[in-house]
């Protein structure tokens, strides 16, 4: 076989490429799977600057299962991803995720509550009061209660995304530091990747795990995506006063939320309709200052007296159709798979997206019946339901 033709060549090396190529080769040993990163220091993928929320407080059944999964899956990834004794550290701390709810979103509330337990789910419902026994800081007359999922939680995404990447890489995964810029095709069929440096290599199957990138990536494979790179802010203030324990992350209905990080800090952030659409990465005090804290203040009077620490902006790759993954196959081109569009939401959805992803390609029955993210919904412009996106 010649040196530079590979059973699976993937764009994009960050938490969704990696957990394809660990996929791929914890089913079938000896693949060749060539992992092609232009930024092996990761400083402006979404994985890196990510909150690492993990919830399976989700209204569309299958995101809910894809969550599910992801908590089994990081519970013990510590464990399963060890190299030679030698265990990634995740930081995975299961504070919990407290949707607080007011009477227009009651119902939805209440709707999604059941399915998450019928699917197996902890979710528990929170009455005001005990909002505010369980943080007695908290004002919660505003409410009409909270959903929390004790087993939700939030991890250190960077961990993750080295844990998967080290793991893929012991299995026999090469990993290449080079931006892929043309998808070569022979007829309908994939062929391989041009790379920026001028060389090829060859496949007949291409994953395009390019995360905000992924309409480029698309592009260069002949067809539109409607996938957008979005401006999203993130704050790191220090309370005066603080907590006895953790806080979980914290959903209020504007979609404000926040949640404690090491240190005393606090970490704040809002998607909001003026978010840039682009590559850029600015980010202002003022955002906080103006529009974030004026909201957290209501919530926690004590959060009024704080220090603004750092800042920093992130892109989510958002899906225009319906904010949710597009996951398998492309139609019109042999050979070539997506894992794209995950929106704020994409990092616990990683073990499960990309193991059926790797289920796909291997013609495996998936795990997961995830059909309903397959891409043909985006040719037949069918979105997808799903009221919990932040
Ligand atoms: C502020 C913020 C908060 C978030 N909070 C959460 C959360 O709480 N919970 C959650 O589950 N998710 C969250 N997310 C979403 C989550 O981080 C993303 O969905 C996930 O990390 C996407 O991973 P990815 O591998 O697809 O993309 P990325 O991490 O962006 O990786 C894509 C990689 O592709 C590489 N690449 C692109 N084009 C090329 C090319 N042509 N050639 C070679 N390499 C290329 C890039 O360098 C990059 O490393 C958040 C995101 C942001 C921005």
Redesign the pocket.
């Known amino acids: 076989m010649k040196t530079n033709h590979f059973d699976v060549l993937i764009?994009?090396?960050?938490?969704?490429?990696?957990s394809v190529a660990y996929h791929l080769l914890a089913a079938e040993t000896g693949l060749k799977v060539g992992v092609?990163?232009?930024?092996p220091t990761?400083t402006?993928?979404?994985?890196?600057?990510?909150?690492?929320?993990?919830r399976i407080q989700f209204s569309l059944k299958e995101n809910i299962l894809m969550s599910l999964y992801g908590q089994e899956f990081f519970s013990r990834f510590e464990e399963d991803m060890a190299v030679e004794g030698e265990r990634p550290s995740i930081d995975y701390r299961r504070a919990g995720y407290l949707f607080l709810i007011d009477q227009p979103g009651r119902a939805a509330a209440e709707q999604g509550l059941a399915l998450q337990k019928g699917l197996g789910g902890e979710v528990e419902w929170w009455t005001p009061e005990k909002i505010q026994r369980e943080f007695p800081l908290f004002r919660a007359d505003g409410f009409v209660g909270g959903t929390f999922g004790p087993k939700d939680g939030?991890l250190d995404?960077y961990g993750v995304?080295m844990g998967f990447r080290k793991k893929a890489i012991s299995l026999g995964a090469r990993y290449f530091p080079?931006?892929?810029?043309e998808v070569k095709k022979s007829g309908r069929k994939v062929a391989g990747v041009g790379l920026a440096s001028g060389g090829v290599l060859n496949s007949e199957i291409v994953v395009n795990?390019?995360?905000?990138?992924?309409a480029?990536?698309a592009r260069?494979a002949g067809f539109e995506l409607p996938l957008s790179p979005v401006n999203?802010q993130?704050f790191a203030v220090k309370p005066e006063k603080s907590f006895d324990r953790p806080l979980p992350?914290v959903i209020a209905p504007s979609g404000l939320y926040f949640r404690s990080e090491t240190g005393g800090l606090l970490l704040v952030?809002k998607s909001m309709e003026e978010d840039e659409t682009g590559f850029g990465f600015r980010w202002e005090w003022k955002r906080f200052t103006e529009e974030l804290w004026p909201e957290l203040v209501p919530i926690v009077p004590a959060f009024e007296k704080l220090k603004l620490v750092r800042g920093w902006?992130?892109?989510?790759?958002v899906n225009r159709l319906d904010r949710n993954a597009i996951l398998g196959a492309w139609p019109g081109l042999d050979g070539f798979f997506l894992?794209?569009g995950?929106?704020?939401?994409?990092?616990?959805?990683?073990p499960a997206a990309g193991r059926h992803l790797a289920e796909l390609i291997l013609k495996k029955t998936p795990t997961l019946d995830l059909a309903c993210f397959s891409p043909r919904r985006i040719l037949e412009n069918r979105p997808l339901g799903e009221g919990a996106v932040v």
């Not at 080079?178 to 810029?181: D, F, H, L, N, Q």
């Open positions: 764009i994009g090396g960050a938490v969704m490429g990696s092609l990163e232009r930024d990761y402006r993928s979404s994985t890196s600057l990510s909150l690492g929320g993990v939030y995404p995304l080079e931006e892929a810029v795990a390019a995360g905000p990138w992924g480029e990536v260069m999203r993130v992350l952030g902006a992130g892109l989510y790759e894992i794209n995950f929106s704020g939401h994409g990092l616990q959805q990683a």
